[in-house]
């Protein structure tokens, strides 16, 4: 059966010499993993329109044996050109969606976590490369995950965040590097 939705790419990789395996964060499938077959072909239909960071709108085959469903067809909505212009925009949306990653469950409709991913790569470039981005990105999804700060506000926690390194203790290696490069700091509780 064909499915259909609207999502962000938030990783692309190798399958075979010629396919992709596409993962999304979908508004109405939650983390959803397609292949791509043939796409890393010249003449490919996906030719140009699978990269990391771009809105399209999608349609699945829905296997029945495996997690990987074959990807039929895609219409792109935005490649968010402008997040490609600084490095640090980039490390800052490889951060954020390394989180959605970790905290999402597959195949399960989260349309809050993709609305707050979508709005914080859309506004990324429109501001200076800044820590208080990503603060605000963590905070919200906190808050959203129902782990937000007791006896204090989004808001207030916000503001207390800003400016101050916090422990990346709980996160993976891979996640608590990409938080280093995003903040632009350096963490003295680092996983070795």
């Given at each position: 059966?064909?499915?259909?939705d609207?999502?962000?790419?938030?990783?692309?990789?190798?399958?075979?010499?010629?396919?992709?395996?596409?993962?999304?964060?979908?508004?109405?499938?939650?983390?959803?993993?397609?292949?791509?077959?043939?796409?890393?072909?010249?003449?490919?239909?996906?030719?140009?329109?699978?990269?990391?960071?771009?809105?399209?709108?999608?349609?699945?085959?829905?296997?029945?044996?495996?997690?990987?469903?074959?990807?039929r067809?895609?219409?792109?909505?935005?490649?968010?050109?402008?997040?490609r212009?600084?490095?640090?925009?980039?490390?800052?949306?490889?951060?954020?969606?390394?989180?959605?990653?970790?905290?999402?469950?597959?195949?399960?409709p989260?349309?809050?976590?993709?609305?707050?991913?979508?709005?914080?790569?859309?506004?990324?470039?429109?501001?200076?490369?800044?820590?208080?981005?990503?603060?605000t990105?963590?905070?919200?999804?906190?808050?959203?995950?129902?782990?937000g700060?007791?006896?204090?506000?989004?808001?207030?926690a916000?503001?207390?965040?800003k400016?101050?390194?916090?422990?990346?203790?709980?996160?993976?290696?891979?996640?608590?590097?990409?938080?280093?490069?995003?903040?632009?700091?350096?963490?003295?509780?680092?996983?070795?």
């Amino acid at each position: 059966m064909e499915e259909r939705d609207s999502g962000i790419i938030i990783r692309v990789r190798p399958l075979t010499e010629t396919s992709l395996i596409v993962q999304w964060l979908g508004h109405d499938h939650g983390l959803i993993s397609t292949v791509a077959k043939g796409a890393r072909k010249p003449k490919s239909t996906f030719a140009g329109k699978l990269d990391l960071y771009y809105f399209a709108d999608f349609t699945f085959q829905r296997s029945s044996r495996s997690e990987l469903h074959p990807l039929r067809e895609m219409q792109l909505i935005s490649t968010n050109e402008k997040l490609r212009r600084d490095l640090m925009w980039l490390n800052q949306a490889a951060y954020a969606s390394a989180l959605i990653e970790q905290t999402a469950e597959r195949e399960t409709p989260v349309p809050e976590q993709y609305e707050l991913l979508k709005d914080f790569l859309e506004r990324l470039p429109d501001s200076p490369a800044a820590a208080s981005m990503v603060i605000t990105f963590e905070a919200d999804l906190l808050e959203m995950l129902g782990f937000g700060l007791e006896g204090t506000d989004t808001m207030n926690a916000k503001q207390a965040f800003k400016g101050r390194h916090l422990d990346c203790v709980d996160l993976s290696a891979r996640t608590c590097a990409l938080r280093i490069k995003a903040l632009g700091t350096e963490s003295s509780n680092q996983r070795s």
